[in-house]
């Protein structure tokens, strides 16, 4: 116990301390967060009102950054599937930061769910244990119950690695290899599911297809990955652990095929719609062309399209895609891409027309985006919390074995061995 | 802070921690009424009921719409806020029927060539642009001098009670659904504002209330029914119930009473005397969207 309890203050001691850049950065995220709680506040004590949404357009950019990041989630396997699975040296050193980008992407996946919905204070109605579920038949309380198996899953395995890493022990693989290889398959069903949640629904036609879940774990292992990339190029600059090149070509591989796989599944959808051209292809003739008169998501369709499109055409050219000057351009473009599209191309236009007809425009007020703006913030402080401490593990800074000496230097010299990171 | 706000905030609390009026005892259903009655009595400043007759025996409500009798006075939509106690008002304004105007199209001799292939180009139809006659692509926003308009047809659409109910469906926690008496009920108490239940109607009959529904007092109607009628709160979903407050008491919903052609019937469909069983027996009955399999208990023909 006393191990435990050392762990955790070591843990907490080593994050808190850093240099300026990360107040700063910890200092920035505050103030957004800042703004999130205000949103809260306003949305606990009016009601929805303040946002953009209607009785037409009923679902926004709450309910996008949810599936988008039910989908980071997800891709957090990209780095635990190549290191468990076929053994990749460089991604099983850092595999435990995807365990902790997973964990930050499901907290931050409940965030907007609380923001989406009407009366949040009920929330202990979709509860485990307490509350109620409509099993077998609604996708969305399979969602909730796939998402927190999920968030216990990367919570247990991954703190299980950190503390035996911490007390310098060896893993007990009986116990940790069955929970790697279950949260590999439980990745596939969370946005497995949150596919469902919405191809499930005829009255949505846009929607109604069977190749959303397939396309949904490509554009995953797309976006997830690229998420990670970005974090494992600053984390390399900004700390002393070194990530090896062979993790992020890896990775880069991965976002390659996957990312060529999704444009591939966008372009037969866009033909099998557009051919026909029935009344189901409304959805996406509004998205792609506009109708009526209505065309504020055409932009965003073709925005999207280019970045993802443009990030494609970077990663093929292998100059390129090894260039680590070119790859996080790439990545960048390739996770804006996926993020409009989940949203902007996907989520809003499902609603346009209504089932009975009717063109309504939703743009997101400035409230909903000062919220959402706010959930982010709170997910990366998540996220940094987590990874400045797993890396602290990582490279040996928070150990029991210094822990123990430093309990007597740390009184003689006064001095904290704490390194500075960001 | 005074007795009363004290008793009031007691009893919001109370209503806080109730479970799902579905799996509550007959007392815990009876208390939770009873608490409703006061708070809505005193914010209304007056004497509000809140009615829990459970469904009746050997009845399956069901209802029947002229579609070639509907005038589009839109008397019915009115009918029903006022009868069911929806929010009123630019700010927030709820109605469950909409009644849509289809304009009737028609073939012209201008456009037979259109779209005909001239050399090698794509066929793509002459007269295919215009709507002529277009299900459940109307406009339901209209505001004419009088009805009805030259040209135009009428269809009323609401909540089809369907029997087979995706919205039910895809409930997670289990709010709203299907009495055994035919309508499709919600309890708002319990309902966490999800808006999946919106997403899953093919018919777009369910409303959300984005704020606290604005519903002055005198018009406030204080016959009211626990799944029915009674006031809703902010970031919960409503819809037609087929006036259960009223029709589980043998009278008809509101917008059968109140519609001037006769247009709209209402009955147990596992009587086959009732009118709306004689209707689906001896005319040309449809129900929209049919490839669904939402089997709505919802109607329309024409005679
Ligand atoms: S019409 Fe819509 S709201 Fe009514 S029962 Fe059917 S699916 Fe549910
Ligand atoms: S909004 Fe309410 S009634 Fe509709 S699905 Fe969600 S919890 Fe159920």
């Keep these: 116990m006393d191990k435990l309890k050392r762990f955790a203050i070591d843990y907490v001691t080593y994050v808190v301390k850093g240099s300026p850049a990360f107040y700063a950065w910890v200092a920035f995220l505050g103030l957004l967060i800042l703004g999130l709680l205000y949103g809260t506040y306003l949305h606990t004590a009016d009601g929805l009102r303040y946002t953009g949404l209607t009785d037409q357009v009923h679902d926004g950019l709450y309910l996008a950054n949810f599936v988008f990041l039910v989908g980071i989630a997800a891709g957090a396997v990209t780095i635990v599937f190549p290191a468990y699975v076929y053994h990749h040296k460089g991604l099983h050193a850092v595999a435990v930061l995807g365990e902790m980008l997973a964990i930050s992407a499901v907290l931050m996946c409940i965030l907007f769910i609380v923001s989406h919905m009407g009366r949040p204070d009920r929330l202990w109605h979709m509860l485990p244990v307490i509350g109620i579920y409509n099993l077998p038949n609604s996708m969305l309380a399979w969602d909730t119950l796939v998402l927190i198996g999920y968030l216990f899953l990367n919570l247990i395995g991954g703190f299980y690695f950190l503390y035996k890493k911490y007390t310098g022990q060896p893993l007990n693989n009986k116990f940790y290899m069955p929970l790697i290889y279950v949260s590999i398959v439980w990745a596939l069903s969370i946005h497995t599911v949150t596919a469902f949640l919405l191809n499930t629904m005829p009255s949505r036609p846009m929607w109604h297809h069977s190749m959303m879940p397939i396309r949904f774990i490509l554009t995953a292992f797309a976006a997830g990955p690229s998420l990670i990339v970005l974090i494992f190029l600053i984390v390399r600059a900004r700390t002393r652990l070194w990530i090896d090149n062979s993790a992020i070509n890896q990775l880069a591989t991965i976002i390659t095929y996957c990312l060529g796989l999704s444009l591939f599944l966008s372009l037969s959808e866009v033909v099998t719609e557009l051919y026909a051209n029935t009344e189901h292809a409304l959805g996406l003739q509004y998205l792609m062309f506009g109708m009526h008169g209505f065309n504020d998501l055409v932009p965003w369709f073709w925005g999207s399209l280019a970045a993802s499109l443009g990030a494609f055409v970077i990663l093929l050219t292998p100059g390129l895609r090894r260039d680590y000057r070119w790859l996080p351009i790439a990545c960048s473009l390739a996770f804006a891409g996926i993020w409009v599209e989940k949203g902007m191309g996907l989520l809003v236009p499902g609603f346009i027309p209504t089932p009975i007809g009717e063109f309504s425009q939703y743009f997101p007020t400035t409230l909903e985006i000062v919220v959402t703006l706010g959930n982010w913030a709170l997910g990366f402080l998540i996220l940094t919390i987590l990874l400045k401490g797993a890396i602290g593990i990582l490279l040996g800074d928070i150990a029991y074995a210094t822990s123990m000496q430093d309990r007597v230097t740390a009184s003689d010299t006064g001095v904290s061995p704490t390194p500075e990171l960001t | ?303």
């Design chain 2, 1 to 303: 802070m005074t007795m009363s706000d004290d008793a009031r905030a007691n009893m919001e609390w109370a209503e806080w921690f109730q479970g799902n009026y579905r799996l509550m005892t007959d007392e815990e259903k009876a208390l939770a009424r009873a608490r409703l009655e006061r708070r809505y009595s005193r914010e209304y400043g007056k004497a509000v009921s809140v009615d829990g007759t459970p469904a009746q025996e050997g009845v399956l409500m069901g209802y029947a719409l002229n579609i070639k009798k509907c005038i589009g006075c839109r008397r019915c939509a009115k009918a029903c806020v006022e009868e069911n106690n929806q929010s009123r008002g630019k700010d927030q304004e709820i109605e469950w029927i909409r009644v849509l105007k289809m304009e009737k199209g028609e073939f012209s001799q201008e456009k037979m060539n259109q779209g005909y292939p001239e050399g090698l180009g794509i066929q793509v139809g002459g007269n295919a642009y215009s709507p002529a006659g277009v299900v459940l692509e109307g406009e339901h926003y209209y505001q004419p001098e009088a009805v009805p308009e030259k040209d135009s047809a009428y269809m009323p659409i609401a909540c089809m009670q369907c029997e087979k109910p995706p919205c039910v469906k895809v409930c997670p926690v289990r709010t709203t659904y299907r009495e055994a008496d035919g309508p499709v009920v919600i309890d708002y108490n319990w309902c966490i504002g999800c808006r999946m239940c919106m997403s899953a109607c093919p018919y777009w009959a369910r409303r959300f209330n984005w704020s606290d529904p604005k519903l002055p007092k005198e018009a406030m109607n204080p016959v009211t029914h626990y799944l029915g009628n009674r006031p809703r709160m902010k970031g919960v979903v409503e819809k037609c119930t087929f006036c259960i407050q009223r029709t589980r008491k043998g009278r008809y919903p509101a917008c059968v009473e109140v519609c001037p052609t006769g247009a709209r019937k209402f009955g147990n469909l596992l009587d086959p005397n009732s009118e709306v069983s004689r209707i689906i027996a001896r005319k040309n009955v449809f129900r929209l969207k049919a490839e669904l399999n939402t089997f709505p208990k919802f109607f329309y023909f024409m005679d």
